[in-house]
């Protein structure tokens, strides 16, 4: 069985930082891509930004420039790092990775930015 675990989350202020981490264990063969989606109250979930195996990374136009993902192989492990936060930014974020050619997905950790 495979979990993703996410860390991070939390309540910061416009403008400020946070670092989402998500922590893939379990048995695990291959992962492929990885990302984060966030989904905000009466809102779709929506693709923030995305990680391929190889290192490549889509982001939403919404957080170029200020969201950065990335990966450790070794670890099993996505980050998001979010900076110059927004209050738009307020949603619960969920790590979603092709994990044996599975699709999981995180439990989810919840952004509150305040104005």
């Known amino acids: 069985q495979v979990q993703l675990v996410e860390s991070g989350g939390g309540l910061v202020q416009a403008g400020g930082s946070l670092t989402l981490s998500c922590a893939a264990s379990g048995t695990i063969l291959s992962i492929n891509n990885m990302g984060w989606y966030r989904q905000a109250p009466a809102k779709q979930r929506e693709s923030v930004a995305r990680?391929?195996?190889?290192?490549?990374?889509n982001y939403a136009d919404s957080v170029k420039g200020r969201f950065t993902i990335s990966r450790d192989n070794a670890k099993n492990t996505v980050y998001l790092q979010m900076n110059s936060l927004k209050a738009e930014d307020t949603a619960v974020y969920y790590c979603?990775?092709?994990?044996?050619?599975?699709?999981?997905w995180g439990q989810g950790t919840q952004v509150t930015v305040s104005s």
């Open positions: 990680i391929t195996s190889g290192g490549s990374t």
């Open positions: 979603n990775a092709l994990v044996n050619l599975y699709n999981y």
